[in-house]
């Protein structure tokens, strides 16, 4: 999954996705990457931080460098309606003058003057029937693509039958005007060994066609 990039620190990946399980826990991690040539410090906030369990939720990431944020979804009673949840993420970042741990109260306090970026993160429950990576619409497209896919050999299979049927119709000509002009035994034997071969051949597409998919 493609990730969401700011000036400071990039996120991947851009949403958090959630086995959902009743009474189960569940994880996502997320992997920050800073961006800069500069420390950078990260503060990660949730509107449900009761339903939330977030290690490390606040640090400083070196120059190039990154860390992984592990976001766990406590253990649940009910189910949520249709599977679709509202939480939200925010994860705040900022430049930082040292690599300490330690950060000031208003490290990211905007009104103090300093530059805070801000990535929102949305969260997906995923039934635990599904694979995480896979969403009923993708498997659906996935059915569509192969059922599209056999259509079309149908057809070309047809249409390969029906153009070997034309030629050795041709052919079939050919030898009749041959016959016509030399009246050679040997033209007659060839002859009826390709009209044998036309009549299988026109039984074959007869039931290709008849067995083919509709075209419509």
């Given at each position: 999954?493609?990730?969401?990039?700011?000036?400071?620190?990039?996120?991947?990946?851009?949403?958090?996705?959630?086995?959902?399980?009743?009474?189960?826990q569940s994880y996502c991690d997320l992997k920050v990457t800073n961006s800069t040539e500069h420390c950078v410090a990260f503060k990660v906030k949730t509107t449900s931080p009761k339903k939330y369990f977030v290690r490390p939720n606040t640090g400083v990431i070196h120059p190039w460098d990154s860390c992984f944020?592990?976001?766990?979804?406590?253990?649940?009673?009910?189910?949520?309606?249709?599977?679709?949840?509202?939480?939200?993420?925010?994860?705040?970042?900022?430049?930082?003058?040292?690599?300490?741990?330690?950060?000031?109260?208003?490290?990211?306090?905007?009104?103090?003057?300093?530059?805070?970026?801000?990535?929102?993160?949305?969260?997906?429950?995923?039934?635990?029937?599904?694979?995480?990576?896979?969403?009923?619409?993708?498997?659906?497209?996935?059915?569509?693509?192969?059922?599209?896919?056999?259509?079309?050999?149908?057809?070309?299979?047809?249409?390969?039958?029906?153009?070997?049927?034309?030629?050795?119709?041709?052919?079939?000509?050919?030898?009749?005007?041959?016959?016509?002009?030399?009246?050679?035994?040997?033209?007659?034997?060839?002859?009826?060994?390709?009209?044998?071969?036309?009549?299988?051949?026109?039984?074959?597409?007869?039931?290709?066609?008849?067995?083919?998919?509709?075209?419509?």
């Open positions: 999954m493609t990730g969401t990039t700011n000036q400071l620190i990039s996120v991947s990946p851009e949403e958090l996705r959630f086995q959902f399980e009743l009474e189960k944020i592990r976001v766990t979804l406590q253990a649940q009673k009910e189910y949520p309606p249709d599977m679709q949840c509202k939480d939200k993420f925010l994860l705040q970042s900022t430049i930082v003058n040292n690599d300490s741990d330690e950060l000031s109260p208003d490290t990211f306090n905007k009104d103090s003057g300093r530059t805070v970026e801000e990535c929102k993160l949305r969260v997906v429950y995923i039934s635990p029937h599904s694979s995480p990576g896979q969403s009923e619409d993708a498997f659906k497209q996935s059915s569509d693509v192969n059922s599209s896919q056999a259509l079309q050999r149908a057809r070309d299979e047809r249409d390969a039958a029906f153009r070997q049927t034309q030629q050795l119709q041709q052919e079939v000509e050919v030898l009749k005007r041959r016959r016509n002009r030399r009246g050679d035994a040997g033209f007659s034997l060839k002859f009826a060994l390709v009209v044998g071969v036309i009549g299988i051949m026109v039984g074959f597409l007869f039931k290709l066609l008849m067995s083919s998919p509709s075209t419509e």
